[in-house]
């Protein structure tokens, strides 16, 4: 069974620092990924989406897609406490499913 | 965008009783998903319905069913509900994502 692995679990950075997620699946025919943020207490929404191999950005927020390694990250620079909330990354699997990562809890400390 | 709705968004039942969520969407899309979360578990796919009356097991089907008579409709059963089912259970419908309802936070006494 396909799994998506996160690391950290939990992370704390300052306002106005850089987060840095980390995302991996263990399906080596996935060659693309999501990012969603799920703030506490609401339904996870679409954050960023990479199809292809490299770096895309929006705003403040960056992602990396290294398909060779099944990898993506997320990073977040210039945080502010309203990033603050559960971030998943999710994987296509077969049969029209989506395999969700338990996700990197992030605190930005004002 | 997609709207996925549910109801009730919270319910407190005591074990053995039977409980019915409800899900709705407004794209008539034929594919749609129910998922717990639970901390530390992330989101877990119970049950994927490619239309109506066409459904499928997810991951942790036990203990559930599932009900999809119109293709804007998908409910989800507990017969007998258990304490290990207090959990929030999402529905979802896709497009360019997984598009995802408030939620219904369950808690079974």
């Known amino acids: 069974q396909q799994k998506v692995q996160q690391s950290p679990e939990s992370l704390i950075v300052p306002e106005g620092g850089m987060a840095s997620l980390n995302c991996t699946s263990s399906?080596?025919?996935?060659?693309y990924f999501w990012w969603y943020r799920q703030h506490s207490g609401k339904s996870p929404k679409m954050l960023m989406?990479?199809?292809?191999?490299g770096e895309k950005e929006e705003g403040r927020f960056t992602v990396h897609l290294n398909k060779a390694s099944l990898h993506t990250s997320l990073h977040i620079r210039d945080s502010q406490p309203s990033d603050s909330a559960l971030y998943l990354c999710?994987?296509?699997?077969?049969?029209?499913?989506?395999?969700f990562g338990t996700g990197t809890r992030l605190q930005v400390s004002p | 965008d997609m709207k996925v709705t549910q109801m009730p968004r919270y319910l407190i039942k005591r074990m053995g009783e039977n409980v019915l969520l409800e899900c709705g969407q407004d794209?008539?899309?034929?594919?749609m998903y129910w998922y717990r979360q639970d901390p530390g578990l992330g989101l877990q796919l119970i049950y994927i319905s490619y239309d109506v009356d066409s459904n499928s097991e997810g991951d942790i089907p036990k203990g559930y069913r599932v009900s999809r008579k119109k293709r804007e409709h998908f409910s989800l059963i507990l017969d007998s509900a258990k304490t290990n089912q207090t959990s929030v259970y999402f529905c979802?419908?896709?497009?360019?994502?997984?598009?995802f309802g408030p939620g219904t936070r369950l808690t079974v006494l």
């Open positions: 794209m008539s899309h034929e594919t």
């Open positions: 999710a994987a296509p699997s077969n049969t029209d499913k989506v395999v």
């Open positions: 399906d080596r025919n996935v060659d």
């Open positions: 979802a419908a896709p497009g360019d994502e997984q598009y």
């Open positions: 989406s990479i199809f292809s191999n």
